[in-house]
């Protein structure tokens, strides 16, 4: 097999460690700005040992090297890093602290990049490794960069205003909200480097990272006067977006941001999960007092907006047309057993671009056939695509990012004649989707509290699924956005007017996958709870119908069944304005 790297990479980082006194080097699949998607010149993981996927990491000893990712991409790692030059391991299993824990010896060094970790993750690694006489050390430039010769320059793309006519609130007043907030703890200022944290907070979009509408960033955000220092590359700012920030946003470029830090008086807050380490140590070596806070944006960003619910359903209308045409022509076209796992990616983005306000796609789709479908994050490539032909289950699992709203839906639907087993299983994740969907709850109830309800029909059957059921998703912004968390690690509390997903799932290990998603809208029901917390209740507000030939209507409550139909209905009557006389037919018939 071919590599996409080659071990002289690995030597030539040996030697840069050596001349730089450290023993092991660390490589995060990360960048500057902890951002989950990372642009071409930040894939350093890559560049060393040839992955690819969204999560992992790399380890380099004198003699030995592990490259590692989770359980959604161990085949993915396997395929493109060679076993013979790196160890291989799932990371789920043993991380980096374990591997250099059973691998690493008393006395070495270990060099990261201070950039590239956050400070609890530092901490944690480091109260580890010391149980072993191992000490982590950051160094001042990431010994990679010196040897990337060929590394892709930053894209320049100018930044957009995003409208308050669907951001509902205008720049000006979530920092003045913000920076009360802080000024009420005796915070003088914030650090901010979530890129979604610091779009939200500015009402601008960017095209800096795939999938995320982001302008990669740094603000300092002062709570006296809710002024901001942004630090950004200047070529991304038009003259027209300078005019929208105003004059309480001072723009500068990123290389005056350490400078910054150093002049800065009072408490400052920076958040040490979301935040790198380098900041830290920027304001530690100045004597400036920190304080570890979350990033003040993450809560207030979470709950929308009514401009940003009206936003989000428009968009998801548009969405649900296009995912609706796909799964007609997929039900017309699939069965002759001439369509790939890419022919369909290819045909959704068709569906998807023919739309009003669609930007780009909000993640790498899913396209799973078959046994494909069981790898929970699948990615169809040229080395992995299959054709779909003869009796089966496909998994589409994608999204798209329209001007107004973010998308993200799955639907599983058959070829040919389902199995029994197949059937229920699908039925029983149906019955969870439906289970949460229909869920009444008090204010707070916390996403672990919630997320049972997905799992009980599953868990009947003695099964279960291993990924959570749901996450938030921005609005025009990330399709994984941090709010309430519904898994059994949620813990965070489900207010009133966030956007979770809803997607629980079965996946039958070397033979087909379900998932079954929709985004939903938390809403205050009018109902108070015998406790006096607010009732909340769900909004379906994504649109396509599912596969009722997958459905076992005799495992449904008659609650259920209601339920089904009135979705399938809505589904109906809100797209076939938007369909052809083929598709209206042919979507009349899943009522």
Same mark, same amino acid.
């Given at each position: 097999?071919?590599?996409?790297?080659?071990?002289?990479?690995?030597?030539?980082?040996?030697?840069?460690?050596?001349? +730089?006194?450290?023993?092991?080097? #660390?490589?995060?699949?990360?960048?500057?700005?902890?951002?989950?998607? $990372?642009?071409?010149?930040?894939?350093?993981?890559?560049?060393?040992?040839?992955?690819?996927?969204?999560?992992?990491?790399?380890?380099?000893?004198?003699?030995?090297?592990?490259?590692?990712?989770?359980?959604?991409?161990?085949?993915?790692?396997?395929?493109?890093?060679?076993?013979?030059?790196?160890? +291989?391991?799932?990371?789920?299993?043993?991380?980096?602290?374990?591997?250099?824990?059973?691998? @690493?010896?008393?006395?070495?060094?270990?060099?990261?990049?201070?950039?590239?970790?956050?400070?609890?993750?530092?901490?944690?690694?480091?109260?580890?490794?010391?149980?072993?006489?191992?000490?982590?050390?950051? =160094?001042?430039?990431?010994?990679?960069?010196? =040897?990337?010769?060929?590394?892709?320059?930053?894209?320049?793309?100018?930044?957009?205003?995003?409208?308050?006519?669907?951001? @509902?609130?205008?720049?000006?007043?979530?920092?003045?909200?913000?920076?009360?907030?802080?000024?009420?703890?005796?915070?003088?200022?914030?650090?901010?480097?979530?890129?979604?944290?610091?779009?939200?907070?500015?009402?601008?979009?960017?095209?800096?990272?795939?999938?995320?509408?982001?302008?990669?960033?740094? %603000?300092?955000?002062?709570?006296?006067?809710?002024?901001?220092?942004?630090?950004?590359?200047?070529?991304?700012?038009?003259?027209? +977006?300078?005019?929208?920030? @105003?004059?309480? %946003?001072?723009?500068?470029?990123?290389?005056?941001?350490?400078?910054?830090?150093?002049?800065?008086?009072?408490?400052?807050? %920076?958040?040490?999960?979301?935040?790198?380490?380098?900041?830290?140590?920027?304001?530690?070596?100045?004597? !400036?007092?920190?304080? /570890?806070?979350?990033?003040?944006?993450?809560?207030?960003?979470?709950?929308? $907006?009514?401009?940003?619910?009206?936003?989000?359903?428009?968009?998801?209308?548009?969405?649900?047309?296009?995912?609706?045409?796909?799964?007609?022509?997929? /039900?017309?076209?699939?069965?002759?057993?001439?369509?790939?796992?890419?022919?369909?990616?290819?045909? =959704?983005?068709?569906?998807?671009?023919?739309?009003?306000?669609?930007?780009?796609?909000?993640?790498?789709?899913?396209?799973?056939?078959?046994?494909?479908?069981?790898?929970?994050?699948?990615?169809?490539?040229?080395?992995?695509?299959?054709?779909?032909?003869?009796?089966?289950?496909?998994?589409?699992?994608?999204?798209?990012?329209? &001007?107004?709203?973010?998308?993200?839906?799955?639907?599983?639907?058959?070829?040919?004649?389902?199995?029994?087993?197949?059937?229920?299983?699908?039925?029983?994740?149906?019955?969870?989707?439906?289970?949460?969907?229909?869920?009444?709850?008090?204010?707070?109830?916390?996403?672990?509290?919630?997320? $049972? +309800?997905?799992?009980?029909?599953?868990?009947?059957? &003695? *099964?279960?699924?291993?990924?959570?059921?749901?996450?938030?998703?921005?609005?025009?912004?990330?399709?994984?956005?941090?709010?309430?968390? #519904?898994?059994?690690?949620?813990?965070?509390?489900?207010?009133? &007017?966030?956007?979770?997903? &809803?997607?629980?799932?079965?996946?039958?290990?070397?033979?087909?996958?379900?998932?079954?998603?929709?985004?939903?809208?938390?809403?205050? $029901?009018?109902?108070?709870?015998?406790?006096?917390?607010?009732?909340?209740?769900?909004?379906?507000?994504?649109?396509?119908?599912? /596969?009722?030939?997958?459905?076992?209507?005799?495992? *449904?409550?008659?609650?259920?069944?209601?339920? =089904?139909?009135?979705?399938?209905?809505?589904?109906?009557?809100?797209?076939?304005?938007?369909?052809?006389?083929?598709?209206?037919?042919?979507?009349?018939?899943? !009522?």
């Amino acid at each position: 097999m071919a590599f996409l790297t080659s071990p002289d990479r690995l030597s030539a980082l040996r030697l840069e460690l050596s001349r +730089l006194g450290v023993d092991g080097f #660390i490589v995060p699949h990360a960048d500057e700005y902890q951002s989950e998607y $990372t642009s071409p010149s930040s894939e350093r993981l890559g560049w060393l040992t040839g992955f690819t996927g969204s999560a992992g990491a790399a380890v380099v000893l004198p003699d030995l090297a592990v490259a590692m990712s989770d359980g959604r991409y161990t085949i993915q790692l396997s395929e493109q890093v060679d076993d013979e030059v790196f160890e +291989l391991v799932d990371s789920t299993k043993a991380g980096v602290s374990d591997w250099l824990l059973a691998r @690493g010896a008393e006395g070495q060094v270990i060099g990261y990049d201070p950039k590239l970790h956050t400070p609890k993750q530092i901490k944690e690694l480091g109260e580890k490794l010391a149980t072993r006489g191992l000490r982590l050390k950051a =160094l001042p430039e990431n010994p990679i960069d010196a =040897l990337w010769h060929d590394r892709p320059a930053e894209a320049v793309i100018k930044a957009e205003i995003f409208p308050e006519k669907f951001a @509902g609130q205008s720049s000006a007043q979530k920092r003045t909200a913000i920076a009360a907030a802080l000024k009420e703890k005796g915070i003088s200022s914030a650090i901010i480097m979530l890129a979604d944290s610091i779009a939200w907070l500015l009402n601008v979009r960017g095209q800096d990272v795939p999938h995320n509408p982001v302008v990669l960033s740094y %603000v300092i955000l002062h709570a006296d006067d809710a002024r901001i220092d942004w630090f950004v590359n200047e070529e991304k700012i038009t003259p027209e +977006l300078r005019q929208h920030l @105003g004059n309480s %946003v001072t723009i500068h470029s990123e290389k005056e941001i350490s400078n910054a830090l150093k002049s800065l008086k009072g408490l400052v807050q %920076v958040d040490h999960e979301r935040c790198s380490q380098w900041f830290v140590n920027q304001l530690k070596d100045a004597g !400036i007092e920190i304080r /570890d806070g979350a990033d003040p944006a993450v809560a207030p960003k979470a709950i929308k $907006t009514p401009e940003e619910r009206d936003a989000m359903r428009a968009s998801h209308i548009r969405d649900g047309v296009a995912v609706t045409k796909l799964l007609h022509w997929f /039900d017309q076209t699939a069965p002759k057993g001439q369509l790939t796992e890419l022919d369909v990616e290819a045909k =959704l983005l068709e569906f998807r671009q023919a739309q009003p306000g669609f930007r780009m796609t909000s993640f790498d789709p899913i396209t799973g056939w078959a046994h494909h479908g069981a790898i929970v994050h699948y990615r169809a490539t040229p080395e992995t695509n299959i054709r779909i032909e003869g009796d089966g289950l496909f998994l589409l699992d994608s999204g798209g990012q329209y &001007n107004d709203g973010t998308t993200d839906i799955t639907r599983t639907v058959c070829i040919g004649t389902p199995t029994a087993e197949m059937r229920d299983r699908f039925t029983r994740v149906m019955r969870g989707h439906i289970g949460m969907a229909m869920a009444k709850f008090p204010e707070n109830t916390s996403g672990a509290q919630i997320d $049972t +309800l997905a799992r009980s029909p599953l868990w009947a059957a &003695n *099964l279960d699924f291993a990924h959570g059921t749901g996450h938030g998703v921005g609005c025009y912004l990330c399709v994984h956005e941090e709010s309430a968390r #519904i898994s059994p690690k949620g813990y965070a509390p489900v207010k009133a &007017n966030m956007i979770i997903s &809803n997607e629980p799932g079965y996946y039958k290990d070397g033979e087909y996958g379900i998932r079954c998603e929709s985004l939903v809208l938390s809403y205050e $029901t009018g109902e108070v709870c015998s406790d006096g917390r607010k009732m909340l209740a769900f909004e379906t507000i994504t649109l396509a119908p599912f /596969d009722r030939r997958l459905i076992d209507e005799a495992m *449904l409550t008659p609650e259920e069944s209601s339920w =089904l139909d009135a979705y399938q209905l809505r589904v109906y009557e809100t797209l076939t304005p938007f369909l052809d006389e083929a598709e209206k037919v042919w979507l009349k018939k899943q !009522i």
